[in-house]
């Protein structure tokens, strides 16, 4: 594939303490796959395997390209399209996330970065904006009868909310296809770990502080499972001593309020916690009684 | 744009900066969070091998004159 | 507006079964989805971090033994720890120790037998003894209360053979964040032998800053002692004898401090430097221990008086520890000195390396430097024709002499959670036990009364949720 040549180019792979560091960019986030391992061959392979399977996913999903099964998706509106298996689980998933999170998670909000553009600035959308764009919000106007999708016109498919932490999982499991090593693959801070370490320890993973005055809230160490941050640490407005995150509440189609500036979630795989990390953001003011509630391994920061 | 809107600008845009930049740690000395991974060793705690220090410490407080230290404090037997 | 509230846990069950669901239909296999919540057969839950509560329990034995037949002791002791999630530590420690063997008593050696009068414990009309076995004979005349002899052979350090001691103690510890302040707690202990009691608290408060890189603490201790010996505590400088004494207790307060900085300086060097001050006011005397009053001329001893201590005593102490972690080695090197106002300065040095051999096996050798001038009321003896000093004792804890103490660890790391370590080390005083003013037959004596010991220690370290 044209896509895994230009990426042998750019991948640089070093060692890096007891470990094999790959480091590259995809999905507009600085990507790494660390493998605990001597042999150079088994980490270059393994980091590959990682590296190709992120950038056909990003091929696959990124909404920023027409030729991309999404592109092809939103540019179909209105129309019936035929989707893949692979999407199609993916919008199943989306399909019964949805209905278990009663509407607070729904797939067709990437819409609304039309007029909610978080750049740091003061620029928020009006009212009449935003009602404009309601029309084209909600999950239950999409018709969907696998393998079938039909999109209202103007409404659009986003993975945007899942698609680096199913890449994650899917680029380890590819790795780990090719070796027993033990891996961590993190896609700018969503990770999973393929187990402990040769000696039997953790990963150690340091998990950010968005304050300006503790660089880190703590060392976790993991043997197993998956960590995702879902918050506000890069993408904010900044209005009146206000801050609006970036995470939308489909329903009122504005950024949650009162929502911690951020939660990480440990979890079996990264969709699971990424799932939780944007659900927990998504209660707001109750996000630590709902991980609390749910019994979930979760750091909030407000 | 007028000046004083870019002035209003350039404070955003830095106010910004120092939100992203905090993350960088670059107003801190010393390492960044994802340099102390040998810190977190056992080897390197301070407060590790407790006992083992224990029992160092309680030999040397009854043979010599000085105590503590090392933050632990000395004494409680009669081995005066 | 939240989400229906469900059986607690339903949630995230759901969406831990979602996201398996579709891991597994794209192709997942079902045994790369470990939940650290459920631990699964085969997959052990290895995650000891903060956000993870977990305990360490640790069980460790010492066996300590000096040369020449004088002290040996076995110490066992276990200590619990139990981590919350959120920083809260809480620690439980046990320890008990059995001490016996002769110890010097203070007194000069001599060129003819010298003996000794200590009383004798009675109990409900019997006389107990610390230790009848090692050579001391109970004397008991009508009329006159029991007395214990023992006697010191010509031309050796007397020794008081027959002492054996229990004791017992226990700590605790609790400690978390508050607030901003990143650690905050409190403990106490208590320590109880046959003639000995302790009761210690102290509480601390820690700060960091500068991205967790820098820590200061301070820590308060305070420390109430009795020492209530055999037979009664002795007046001071009064002649030995088998007498019973009283008071039957004294006490003794200990109030201090240590402010502390920690840095991790670079991604390899961590720094501690410690101030710490002390201050004990009381009764501060070995009650057994005597010093030897000797003939001006002929260095004989003419008699054996208990030793006196001031009241106060005020020290202290600047601290300083670097770690460096160049993998596979990890250097140790930290300074000490110390100083009080019983005329005692003190420097100390140590160094160990720790080598790591292999993931789950080290070996650490060490060794440790010690050199500490004497107490300015610190005497050998005390010469008959000078007046008596208000204060002297010939402990050889407060003379003058230096120590070496060299050392070896190994540990094993036995599987993510356990770890046995070994440690044995080689302790020796070295002093002067020729001093100038050594008259008569002291000269022919060697008086200096420093240890040689060697200890072993057996340490299992077991980490569990």
């Known amino acids: ?302 | 744009m007028s000046f004083l809107q870019s002035l209003r600008r350039g404070a955003r845009f830095a106010v910004a900066c120092l939100g992203l930049g905090a993350l960088g740690a670059c107003t801190t000395i010393g390492p960044s969070p994802w340099e102390k991974d040998l810190m977190a060793r056992k080897e390197m705690q301070v407060s590790a091998y407790a006992p083992l220090k224990a029992a160092d410490n309680h030999v040397y407080f009854s043979k010599e004159a000085s105590s503590g230290g090392s933050g632990f404090a000395g004494g409680g037997c009669g081995c005066n | 507006m939240q989400l229906r509230k469900r059986r607690k846990g339903s949630v995230r069950e759901q969406i831990a079964a979602l996201s398996a669901g579709l891991l597994a239909v794209s192709g997942i296999p079902a045994a790369a989805q470990d939940n650290p919540y459920a631990p699964v057969s085969g997959v052990q839950d290895n995650n000891f971090g903060p956000g993870a509560a977990y305990s360490e329990l640790d069980a460790a034995l010492l066996v300590y033994q000096e040369a020449g037949g004088r002290v040996q002791a076995i110490e066992p002791s276990a200590n619990l720890a139990v981590h919350g999630a959120h920083g809260e530590t809480f620690s439980l420690g046990l320890i008990a120790d059995a001490v016996s063997g002769a110890t010097p008593n203070g007194a000069v050696p001599s060129d003819q037998v010298q003996t000794f009068l200590t009383p004798v414990m009675l109990s409900g009309g019997h006389a107990t003894v610390t230790g009848a076995s090692g050579g001391s004979t109970i004397i008991s005349l009508p009329g006159i209360p029991a007395v214990r002899q023992y006697t010191a052979a010509a031309n050796t350090l007397p020794m008081d053979k027959g002492f054996h001691d229990h004791r017992g103690a226990i700590d605790f510890n609790w400690s978390q964040p508050l607030g901003h302040i990143s650690d905050v707690g409190f403990g106490g202990g208590f320590s109880r032998e046959q003639d000995y009691q302790a009761i210690s608290g102290n509480a601390h408060i820690a700060q960091n800053f500068n991205g967790d890189n820098t820590t200061l603490s301070l820590t308060l201790n305070t420390e109430l002692d009795s020492s209530f010996p055999f037979g009664g505590v002795p007046a001071p400088l009064t002649v030995m004898s088998g007498a019973l004494k009283s008071p039957s207790t004294r006490d003794k307060t200990q109030l201090g401090f240590v402010v502390g900085l920690t840095e991790v300086v670079s991604r390899r060097w961590l720094l501690q430097f410690n101030y710490s001050f002390d201050s004990q006011s009381g009764y501060q005397n070995d009650p057994y221990r005597i010093i030897s009053v000797v003939d001006a001329t002929s260095g004989e001893p003419t008699a054996n008086l208990y030793e006196n201590r001031p009241n106060h005593r005020q020290s202290q102490s600047l601290f300083l520890d670097n770690k460096f972690d160049f993998d596979p080695f990890v250097t140790d090197i930290s300074l000490r000195y110390f100083k009080d106002d019983w005329g005692i300065t003190s420097k100390t040095a140590e160094l160990s390396e720790r080598i790591n051999l292999g993931r789950s096996f080290f070996i650490e050798p060490d060794v440790r430097w010690y050199q500490q001038s004497a107490a300015n009321f610190f005497h050998y003896f005390l010469n008959g024709s000078d007046p008596l000093p208000a204060f002297a004792s010939s402990d050889t804890r407060l003379g003058k002499f230096s120590s070496l103490t060299y050392g070896m660890k190994v540990g094993f790391n036995l599987t993510g959670r356990t770890e046995l370590d070994l440690r044995g080390m080689y302790y020796q005083q070295t002093g002067d036990g020729h001093p100038a003013d050594a008259i008569g037959q002291l000269r022919q004596q060697n008086l200096f009364a420093g240890t040689k010991a060697a200890f072993v220690f057996l340490e299992y370290t077991w980490n569990f949720h």
């Open chain 1, 1 to 302: 594939m044209a896509v895994s040549l230009s990426s042998a180019a750019t991948l640089s792979v070093d060692r890096c303490g007891c470990d094999y560091l790959a480091v590259f960019r995809a999905m507009a986030t600085p990507c790494e796959v660390r493998s605990d391992t001597d042999d150079a061959t088994q980490a270059h392979a393994a980091a590959e395997a990682v590296e190709a399977e992120a950038r056909r996913i990003e091929a696959k999903f990124s909404r920023y390209r027409s030729d991309s099964v999404i592109g092809m998706i939103n540019a179909g509106a209105g129309h019936e399209i035929e989707v893949d298996a692979e999407t199609a689980h993916l919008l199943d998933f989306a399909d019964h996330c949805y209905r278990l999170s009663r509407g607070l998670f729904d797939v067709t909000s990437g819409v609304l970065r039309r007029i909610w553009r978080f750049d740091g600035s003061d620029r928020l959308p009006n009212e009449d904006q935003i009602r404009q764009m309601r029309a084209f919000v909600g999950w239950h106007h999409v018709v969907w009868k696998r393998p079938v999708l039909r999109l209202a016109p103007g409404m659009e498919i986003d993975f945007g909310g899942i698609a680096k932490e199913y890449a994650v999982d899917r680029a380890l499991a590819a790795a780990r296809g090719i070796t027993d090593a033990p891996l961590l693959v993190n896609f700018g801070g969503d990770l999973c770990v393929s187990g402990p370490r040769r000696n039997g320890s953790g990963w150690k993973v340091a998990i950010e502080s968005v304050d300006k005055e503790r660089s880190a809230a703590g060392l976790l160490h993991l043997s197993s499972g998956a960590i995702a941050t879902s918050g506000d640490a890069r993408r904010y407005l900044l209005k009146d001593g206000k801050r609006y995150g970036h995470i939308l509440d489909p329903r009122s189609c504005r950024p949650v309020e009162q929502a911690p500036r951020s939660v990480t979630v440990a979890a079996g795989t990264c969709v699971e916690a990424g799932l939780i990390a944007t659900l927990a953001i998504l209660q707001g003011k109750t996000a630590e009684k709902f991980l609390k509630r749910e019994g979930a391994r979760a750091w909030c920061i407000r």
